[in-house]
């Protein structure tokens, strides 16, 4: 199991019907629409060998 934490944001609107993503960027615009949290502590290259 892995664990990563990441915050909200004023622009995160999480419509996008197919695609969830977190982003280490602090700021995003209101276009990324699949963008779910900000500033994560973990991209995929920090995840566990087994994911």
Do not use: F, W
């Amino acid at each position: 199991m892995e664990r990563i934490l990441a915050y909200g944001h004023p622009n995160i609107r999480a419509r996008h019907k197919t695609t969830m993503q977190l982003t280490k960027d602090e700021e995003i615009s209101v276009r990324a629409d699949c963008i779910i949290g900000v500033r994560a502590d973990k991209s995929v290259y920090d995840l566990s060998e087994g994911l």
